[in-house]
């Protein structure tokens, strides 16, 4: 996913979402958005959903994938039903 993406600001799309993505990624670049990221779960086993900062993670991904784990704050909800 994030290769298509990639692809996409670095071509000369200047649709909503790329114009978006290239934004907050020049935004990250220097610390200009919150860092954390929202994930829900259905259950501590099942996978998770980004519900809140999907386009911050994507463009993450595209400026520095190694570090997103040391840049981010994560919080998780993961009750089950």
């Known amino acids: 996913m994030i290769e298509r993406i990639r692809a996409r600001v670095e071509s000369a799309d200047h649709s909503w979402f790329t114009e978006k993505m290239r934004s907050v990624a020049a935004d990250l670049r220097g610390d200009g958005v919150p860092n954390s990221v929202l994930l829900i779960g259905v259950d501590e ?8 900062g999907n386009h911050r993670m994507a463009a993450a991904m595209l400026v520095s994938p ?10 998780a909800d993961c009750r089950a039903k």
């Open 45 to 52: 086993n099942g996978p998770l959903t980004i519900i809140e």
């Open 66 to 75: 190694a570090a997103v784990h040391e840049t981010f704050r994560f919080i």
